[in-house]
C-alpha cells in the first residue's frame, strides 16, 4: 500500500521527536546535572568560556546601542575569525581538537589556504553562534555574565565584576597581536591569513592548557575551586574521578565506551581494570547508578522500538489487536537463538516456563558462588555490555530485542535488588524519575511484588513490561508534547493504531565522558584521554590528594 489514506487533514503534523518514553532526560537533567552541574555534551572547551566572556566585555567597552542587533552585528564577525584560526592552529596541543563552533564551514573554508578571509561570512546558522547556542548558560552559572532581562537587568548580556577579570586576561593574551591591534574593531573586514594565525597563536582553545597561563588558574578556580559553593564541589568531585581514572589506566586509550566499562564492571574487555580509590568511591557509586539507569533505559527503548517496527510491518495502517502482539510473543518464545549469538548453552524455557527460571538459568550460568553484583563481570559469558553489544549489529529481531533486553532488565533486577539497603543516601539516584518516567527504583520494586508470587510466569512480566513501562509509558510521554505530535501509536480499546514513522536505532544517551575527560585535560590537570600516555600534571596530583593548588591571580 504506496499511499496512505487522505480521508481527513492533520490535527497536529506528527514529527520525528526524540526521548519517546521520556527516560533519556532523567539522565540527562537530573543525574548528570548533579555531577557535571553547568557541563553538558557540547560545552567541552573551557576556553570558550573566556572568549565568549571577553566578547561581552569589549562589546560593554565600546560606544555602542545596547541592544540584541547590535550585539549580534559585533559578535559574528569576532567569532568566525576565531572558528577559522582555530581551524588554522598548528600547536601540538592543538591535536585532537573538535567541537569548534561553525567549523562545518570554516574547516572546508580553512583548508583552502586564501591569502585574504572577509569577515561577513555566514558560518553558523545561528545568530549568537556557539555563545547562543549552548555556552550562554554554562558561562552564567559560573558567574561570568549577567543575563538580558527587564531593568534593572541589562538590554544585553553583560560581563560581571568576575567576567571582567577573566576577559582582561584574555586580552592580555592577544593584545599585542595583529589582528587585535588593527583589526579587531571593524566588523566587515577582509584580513590576511598570517594575521588571523598570529592571532590565534595566542588565542586558541588548545593553549589554555599552558602552565604559563593565568588563564587556566582563573578557570580552574571557578570550576572547581570556590568554597561553599556547592556546583563548583560537585564538578570537584568528577573531576577527581577522572583523574582516578587517568592514573589508573596508564597505556589505555580511553573513549566513550572504554569509561563505560570501566564503570559499571571495573574491567574493560580487553583486560584493563579499575578500582576507585576511597577518596572518589561515592562519587564512582553516583557514576555506575547512572550507568546502569542507561542500560535500564536502553532495554525499554529497544523493546518499544520492536513494537514499533513489529506493528508497522503488521497493520498496514489499520488497528491491530493487542492479542496479536501477545501471540507473536508467545509463539516466538524461545531462548535458542539468543543462548546461539551469546555462544551459551541454551536453557529449557518456554513459553510456559516462570521468570524465576529465567533468573536461575541467568544465574548458572554466571556462576552462582557469591553475591551476583561481584561474580557478573565483563568476562561473564552473559552480560548486560554482551547483549547490548549484540543489538547493536541484530537490533530488529525478536531473539535479541525483546527476549535479549528481557535479558539485560533481569540482570539488573539480580544485581540491583537489594542495592537500596547497600547505598543508603546514594540510591536516590536511582528514585529520579519516580513513576512518571519509570525510575529504576520503581521497576525493582514493582518486580519484587510480582515476584511474591512465584509461578509467575516470562509471559506475564513481558506483557507487564511492556504495557504498564512502554506502551502506556508512550502514550503519555507524547500526550505531554502535544500539540507536537510524536505518537508512534495510539490505543483504542484493544487495539493499537500504529504510525508509519521511522525510528533511529536504539542507543545510550551521552555519557558526557568526551565533555569532562576534555576540559580535565585543557585545564591542565592531566595529559590527553586519547593518548595511551594521560599522566597527571602536578595541579592534578594535589587535586587527586584532596589540595586546593594555589591561585593567585
Known amino acids: 500500500m504506496k499511499n496512505k489514506p487522505q480521508w481527513i487533514a492533520e490535527v497536529y503534523k506528527i514529527i520525528g521527536g526524540q526521548d519517546h518514553l521520556g527516560l533519556g532526560s532523567v539522565s540527562s537533567d537530573h543525574i548528570l546535572e548533579g555531577l557535571t552541574p553547568g557541563i553538558i555534551a557540547l560545552t567541552p572547551h573551557p576556553r570558550y568560556y573566556i572568549f565568549y566572556t571577553f566578547l561581552l566585555d569589549e562589546f560593554w567597552r565600546r560606544d555602542l546601542s545596547r541592544n540584541n542587533v547590535n550585539f549580534i552585528r559585533f559578535y559574528r ?8 584560526g582555530a581551524n588554522l592552529c598548528n600547536h601540538p596541543e592543538h591535536k585532537y581538537m573538535h567541537s569548534i ?4 564551514k570554516t574547516s572546508p573554508l580553512a583548508n583552502k589556504k586564501q591569502d585574504l578571509y572577509n569577515t561577513d561570512y555566514d558560518y553558523i546558522k545561528n545568530r549568537l553562534g556557539g555563545y547562543g547556542l549552548y555556552y550562554r548558560s554554562a558561562i552564567r552559572r559560573l558567574g561570568w555574565i549577567i543575563p538580558k ?38 566588523n566587515n573586514i577582509d584580513i590576511p591569513r598570517d594575521v588571523i594565525e598570529g592571532y590565534i597563536s595566542k588565542s586558541c582553545l588548545c593553549q589554555l592548557q599552558l602552565d604559563n597561563s593565568l588563564e587556566r588558574n582563573y578557570a580552574l578556580y571557578y570550576f572547581i575551586g570556590k568554597e561553599k559553593d556547592n ?17 589508573q589506566t596508564q597505556g589505555l586509550i ?21 578500582k ?3 577518596r572518589v568511591h561515592n562519587t564512582y557509586l553516583k557514576w555506575r547508578l547512572y550507568q546502569v539507569r542507561e542500560y535500564y533505559g536502553f532495554a525499554l ?17 489499520l488497528p491491530i489487536e493487542i492479542e496479536d502482539f501477545w501471540k507473536h510473543i508467545t509463539d516466538n518464545l524461545s531462548f535458542k537463538k539468543l543462548s546461539k549469538h551469546l555462544s551459551i548453552d541454551s536453557p529449557t524455557i518456554n513459553k510456559n516456563s516462570k521468570f524465576t527460571e529465567l ?4 544465574k548458572n550460568v554466571v556462576g552462582n558462588k557469591k553475591k551476583f553484583d561481584d561474580e557478573c563481570k565483563i568476562d561473564s559469558l552473559i552480560n548486560e555490555y554482551k547483549v547490548y553489544n549484540l543489538s547493536k549489529i541484530n537490533n530488529f529481531s525478536f531473539e535479541t530485542m525483546v527476549l535479549g533486553m528481557l535479558v539485560i532488565l533481569s540482570l539488573i533486577y539480580l544485581r540491583f535488588r537489594d542495592a537500596e539497603k547497600e547505598m543508603a543516601n546514594l540510591w536516590e539516584i536511582s528514585k529520579m524519575g519516580g513513576y512518571d518516567r519509570l525510575s529504576l527504583d520503581l521497576f525493582i520494586k514493582t518486580l519484587d511484588r510480582k515476584l511474591k508470587n512465584k509461578n509467575i510466569s516470562i509471559i506475564e512480566i513481558i506483557k507487564w513490561l511492556f504495557m504498564d513501562f512502554i506502551i502506556e509509558q508512550h502514550i503519555k510521554i507524547a500526550s505531554n508534547k502535544l500539540p507536537e505530535n510524536t505518537f508512534r501509536f495510539i490505543i483504542e480499546g484493544n487495539k493499537i493504531i500504529f504510525f508509519e514513522i521511522e525510528n533511529s536505532s536504539p542507543t545510550f544517551n551521552t555519557s558526557r565522558f568526551e565533555a569532562v575527560s576534555t576540559i580535565v585535560y585543557e585545564l591542565g590537570l592531566c595529559g590527553n584521554f586519547r593518548d595511551k600516555n594521560h599522566s597527571l600534571t602536578s595541579d592534578g596530583l594535589k587535586i587527586i590528594n584532596g589540595e586546593i593548588p594555589k591561585w593567585n591571580f
Open 77 to 84: 564577525p569576532r567569532e568566525f575569525i576565531f572558528s577559522l
Open 101 to 104: 563552533m561553525g567549523g562545518q
Open 149 to 186: 532581562g527587564q531593568p534593572p537587568l541589562p538590554p544585553v548580556d553583560a560581563p560581571t565584576p568576575e567576567g571582567k577579570k577573566i576577559a582582561e586576561i584574555f586580552r592580555n593574551a592577544v593584545k599585542d597581536t595583529e589582528y587585535y591591534k588593527s583589526f579587531f574593531n571593524e
Open 231 to 247: 556546583e563548583s564541589h560537585l564538578r570537584r568531585k568528577t573531576f577527581e574521578l577522572f583523574l582516578d581514572l587517568a592514573q
Open 254 to 274: 580511553l573513549t566513550d565506551d572504554v569509561f563505560r566499562q570501566l564503570l559499571y564492571y571495573g574491567s574493560t574487555d580487553d583486560g584493563y581494570s579499575y
Open 276 to 278: 576507585p580509590h576511597r
Open 301 to 317: 527503548n529497544s523493546m518499544w522500538f520492536y513494537l514499533c517496527n513489529w506493528g508497522k510491518d503488521k497493520s498496514n495502517f
Open 359 to 362: 533468573l536461575e538459568w541467568i
